[in-house]
């Protein structure tokens, strides 16, 4: 049964600094991994999508890379902000049992101004 | 565009009784799902929709049916209701199974 872990449970950093979220899984047949962020008390919102084929992705301030190999994807955010403060989740869709995503547990993070 | 909509916000139910979750998207996307988030457990998958007409069963089903009215909606129903299945609930779509999924806002249920 594929497994996703995210640590730190919770971060918290001073504004400008870049976060570093780190999430591992323990299959590597995936289809995808998708970073999601989520506001208190809000549904998500999709950050960044990586297929299995790719080492990386950016938008903006954020990037994500993908090692398959060691079951691992790190979120980077730049020049962190307060308005960063927010639950990250990565996702990974899986091969077997009908491409399902399994969700990590999430990194709360809060930016302090 | 509103995305994927969720009727009710907020819901207080007893045990016993029944209620339907309501979900549509504006996005003409193929699939679509129901989730519900726990503390310590995180989002786990209820219901799925791999496109309009079909329906399989997730991680957690028991105690749920769906219905896939149409394309746009996406219903999941409660027959009868315990506190087992106090939690936020969430519907999401996507073009398909392998893309990117968008959620709506929530569902939060208590049920006492």
């Not at chain 1, 979220?21 to 323990?26: A, D, E, H, K, V």
């Not at chain 2, 909509?5 to 799902?33: E, I, R, W």
């Not at chain 2, 409660?78 to 999924?101: G, K, N």
Request: net charge positive; hydrophobic share 30%.
């Amino acid at each position: 049964k594929q497994e996703v872990t995210q640590i730190p449970a919770a971060l918290s950093v001073p504004e400008g600094e870049n976060l570093v979220l780190n999430c591992s899984f323990t299959d590597s047949a995936i289809y995808n991994l998708q970073w999601f962020r989520q506001d208190p008390g809000k549904g998500l919102t999709s950050l960044l999508l990586i297929q299995s084929s790719q080492r990386e992705q950016t938008s903006g301030r954020l990037n994500a890379s993908l090692d398959k190999s060691s079951g691992r994807s790190t979120l980077y955010i730049a020049a962190s902000q307060p308005g960063d403060s927010a639950t990250y989740l990565c996702a990974v869709l899986i091969k077997a049992a009908g491409n399902k995503l399994t969700f990590g547990g999430g990194t709360r993070v809060l930016v302090k101004p | 565009n509103a995305g994927v909509t969720q009727t009710p916000k907020f819901q207080v139910l007893k045990t016993g009784q029944s209620m339907t979750l309501q979900c549509a998207q504006d996005m003409n996307h193929n699939s679509m799902y129901w989730y519900r988030q726990d503390p310590g457990m995180g989002l786990r998958l209820i219901y799925y929709s791999a496109s309009e007409g079909t329906t399989d069963k997730g991680e957690v089903p028991n105690g749920y049916n769906v219905s896939r009215l149409n394309k746009r909606e996406f219903s999941l129903r409660l027959e009868s209701a315990a506190p087992s299945q106090t939690s936020v609930y969430f519907c999401a779509s996507s073009q398909d199974r392998q893309e990117t999924q968008y959620f709506g806002p929530g569902t939060r249920l208590l049920v006492l």
